[in-house]
Nanobody, 126 residues
């Protein structure tokens, strides 16, 4: 059974940076995508970034391009999300998720992600 565990959230001042981690375990060697999602209060989860399979290049949603960087450590099965120049509007619950069947269309359909972590809260305020 796939298990995803996020860490690294917290409270940060505007302009600061944060690094989130997503440790994955229990999955077979092949998966279609793994991504970071954000959930704002009262809104559906939306993709922030996505990595395809074990070696795909990252894609980012337009609203975060240039400030978010997703990387991975395949040897340790960890995916990272670096967020720079944090804004108050980045305040959200951040989750990582894995697409095991190709149903998410490269993370663009969150309902197609089969495995989810428990999430970590990021709060940006002065």
């Amino acid at each position: 059974q796939v298990q995803l565990v996020e860490s690294g959230g917290g409270s940060v001042q505007p302009g600061g940076s944060l690094r989130l981690s997503c440790a994955a375990s229990g999955f077979a060697s092949h998966f279609y995508a793994i991504g970071w999602f954000r959930q704002f209060p009262g809104w559906e989860r939306e993709m922030a970034s996505c990595l395809g399979g074990s070696d795909g290049m990252p894609i980012y949603t337009d609203s975060v391009k240039g400030r978010l960087t997703t990387t991975r450590d395949n040897a340790n099965n960890v995916m990272y999300l670096n967020i720079d120049s944090l804004k108050v509007e980045d305040t959200a619950f951040y989750l990582c998720a894995m697409d095991l069947t190709g149903s998410s269309w490269y993370c663009t359909k969150p309902a197609g992600m089969e495995a989810w972590g428990q999430g970590t809260q990021v709060t940006v305020s002065s």
